[in-house]
């Protein structure tokens, strides 16, 4: 399984950004994706995962609606929707996909993307 994020940059506070994670390699591999990201000096945290089978999702308390995750099943892409941005949002945000359902737990995950920075400042 490969994973490739884009989409990161720097906003304003209260800005919007969408990253992307374009998955390919064994399907049954990332039937569970979801967006991880981890902030300067803190521990990677769960932000948002989806069951892509049936799109269900679940979100971190602190960003529940404000982010969202979604998929296109038809380019293999995950997103991430990200409004009303604050700094406490900086961060390298990472894509990660397993075969089983570990929700926001991150360190169950097996494959992972390289990362993209996202900066609120």
């Known amino acids: 399984v490969q994973l490739v994020e884009s989409g990161g940059g720097s906003v304003q506070p209260g800005g919007s950004l969408r990253l992307s994670c374009a998955a390919s390699?064994?399907?049954?591999?990332?039937?569970?994706m979801g967006w991880f990201r981890q902030a300067p000096g803190k521990e990677r945290e769960g932000v948002a995962a989806?069951?892509?089978?049936?799109?269900?999702?679940n979100y971190t308390d602190s960003v529940q609606g404000r982010f969202t995750i979604s998929q296109d099943n038809a380019r293999n892409t995950v997103y991430l929707q990200m409004n009303s941005l604050t700094p406490e949002d900086t961060a390298v945000y990472y894509c990660a996909a397993d075969e089983y359902n570990h929700g926001l737990a991150w360190r169950q995950y097996q494959h992972w993307g390289q990362g993209t920075q996202v900066t609120v400042s």
């Open positions: 390699g064994y399907t049954g591999s990332r039937a569970y």
């Open positions: 989806i069951y892509t089978a049936f799109g269900t999702t």
